[in-house]
């Protein structure tokens, strides 16, 4: 069975300070793997995926997240957070053929001024 | 752009009543549609995949009994919450897609059920 694992329920960082979230993933086959953000009050969007190639995948906003299979990681990584980027992160796998996406369960970034 | 809107965005209801809920994508063929419940404090648990044409699938601890699910067309799908309690209460999210086994959904902004 697929899961995923964002160890850190709560992350705070300084505006302007480069941001790692952690997630692991357990899966037998290769995995697509994603990155979702949820703002307060609002529904999930897609930051970026991961399918297949280049293991740095690029999302939107300055996200970036690596895909290291030996460590069954994909951790998302921003350079240089800003206050708006405060909201809960979801790190998702999904399970090609079984239809079947799985989330973490989230990592709450705040960001301090 | 792809799109996807729920309704209504909030509601709170007795208990032992039931909620109706809509997801309608614009902008693209909503071939799957995943429905998810974020219960308070909670990552999301998904409550079945709705594919056109197909069986509805639920997951294990979700029935078409307590949730039943329409999805008649490329563009339209709702489910109702039937005999809703205390613990049904929660952010219920749409995800809709052309081909699930991309993973790539979007979603709505949610329905909140809240009930009393």
């Known amino acids: 069975a697929q899961s995923v694992t964002q160890p850190d329920a709560r992350v705070t960082v300084s505006e302007g300070a480069s941001l790692q979230l952690r997630c692991k993933y357990s899966y037998s086959g290769t995995p697509y793997l994603f990155w979702y953000v949820q703002y307060p009050r609002q529904g999930l969007q897609l930051l970026l995926k991961y399918y297949s190639g280049d293991p740095v995948v690029q999302g939107v906003n300055g996200f970036e997240a690596e895909f290291i299979k030996s460590n069954s990681s994909f951790h998302l990584r921003k350079a240089s957070v800003h206050w708006s980027d405060s909201a809960v992160y979801f790190c998702?796998?999904?399970?090609?053929?079984?239809?079947?996406?799985?989330f973490g369960a989230g990592t709450k970034l705040t960001i301090k001024p | 752009g792809a799109l996807v809107y729920q309704y209504p965005r909030r509601t709170i209801c007795k208990s032992g009543t039931s909620m109706r809920m809509e997801c309608q994508a614009v902008?693209?063929?909503?071939?799957?549609v995943a429905w998810y419940r974020q219960s308070p404090q909670k990552t999301f648990e998904l409550i079945a995949l709705?594919?056109?044409?197909?069986?509805?699938?639920?997951e294990q601890n979700f029935t078409q009994e307590k949730f039943p699910i329409s999805h008649p067309n490329l563009s339209f799908s709702s489910m109702t919450v039937l005999n809703a309690y205390l613990e049904d209460r929660g952010l219920y999210l749409c995800?809709?897609?052309?081909?699930?086994?991309?993973?790539?959904?979007?979603f709505g902004e949610g329905s909140k059920l809240t009930v009393l």
């Open positions: 998702a796998v999904v399970n090609y053929g079984n239809e079947k996406i799985t």
């Open positions: 995800g809709a897609g052309r081909d699930i086994n991309t993973g790539q959904l979007y």
């Open positions: 902008g693209f063929q909503a071939t799957s």
């Open positions: 709705s594919t056109v044409n197909s069986a509805i699938k639920y």
